[in-house]
């Protein structure tokens, strides 16, 4: 019942998406869907309250901004057959690995409208409220463990390169993997793999975007693409141009190769930075990121360190 429920709202959704902005009457998606004008109505309702933009009017119901719908028709092939699409979940981390551990394919996307118990590296809490863009890759990478690091900086710089192509913005990335436009947080990331003997069984890629929210973080100032540009923008866009990119990137990985283009874009060399591990504080000036990823620090004393995983943040 629940499952014949949500696919009567989504053919709601794809006959208004179909109508490009137009109204359609009640009466029209009744015939269309078989369910009374009530139901119909009822649906909408429903969807409304969800956060979906229909608005209603007297002559029907039209959607406000369809493009900024993220359901699978909604996309063209072949991002379509990609995208797995919730309006509410947990972390879309966590249904990502269990959608990976039922046999989810190689880069398939799962995207939610809102999380409800989001979070960032160190198990940190990340509010993600509607208007945003959430959403995890799920990857079946054919690397040994050990390589699979190069997949994060391959995802934040070709995020970084689509949302400076697509906005004219000077997006960097802040080591490991987060988003900055100048000092202010647009984007964040989190991986987690399953392995199975020296095999990877898959990796999934968890990736916030401060699109159309209005972004809170009691310990770091964030900020979101509608505060910058003063307008809505289309989250469907953003995230078709990063899917295609990251999957041209990833066509044949060469480590090398992705790590001199992400230090290229990153704000994070040369800056004083204090990193934060599970038990330790580490402060000092970055000098490198290693061909495995692992930043290099140099503290006061010109003492080097090597830190493999951590959240940093530049003074």
Not at 121 to 130: D, M, T
């Amino acid at each position: 019942m629940v499952n014949k429920i949500k696919n009567i709202k989504e053919s709601i959704l794809e006959l208004l998406y179909q109508a490009g902005g137009d109204t359609l009457s009640g009466v029209r998606i009744s015939e269309t869907t078989g369910i009374s004008r009530v139901a119909v109505w009822k649906h909408i309702k429903t969807m409304k309250q969800n956060g979906l933009p229909i608005d209603s009017t007297p002559n029907g119901y039209l959607l406000s901004n369809p493009d900024d719908l993220l359901l699978p028709f909604c996309f063209n092939p072949p991002v379509r057959d990609k995208i797995i699409h919730f309006q509410e979940v947990e972390t879309t981390m966590d249904t990502a690995k269990a959608l990976a551990r039922k046999g989810a394919p190689h880069l398939s996307c799962v995207v939610s409208e809102h999380q409800t118990k989001g979070r960032g590296r160190l198990n940190r809490e990340w509010i993600s409220s509607r208007g945003g863009l959430w959403f995890t890759l799920i990857l079946r990478p054919l690397l040994p463990p050990h390589l699979i690091y190069i997949y994060n900086f391959a995802a934040s710089l070709c995020l970084s390169r689509v949302l400076n192509r697509l906005f004219a913005l000077d997006v960097s990335v802040k080591w490991p993997n987060d988003l900055l436009l100048g000092r202010e947080k647009l984007a964040g990331m989190l991986s987690e793999m399953e392995t199975r003997g020296d095999m990877v069984q898959f990796l999934v890629i968890g990736i916030g975007i401060n699109v159309n929210n209005d972004p809170v973080n009691k310990e770091f100032k964030a900020v979101s693409l509608k505060n910058i540009l003063k307008r809505n923008l289309s989250r469907k866009e953003i995230l078709t141009a990063f899917l295609i990119e990251f999957e041209d990137q990833i066509q044949n990985i060469n480590c090398p190769e992705i790590m001199a283009l992400w230090k290229k874009q990153t704000s994070t060399i040369g800056h004083r930075v204090r990193v934060e591990t599970f038990d330790n504080i580490y402060e000092g000036t970055a000098i490198d990121v290693d061909e495995t990823g692992a930043l290099i620090i140099e503290d006061d004393l010109q003492k080097r360190k090597k830190i493999i995983y951590g959240d940093c943040f530049h003074a």
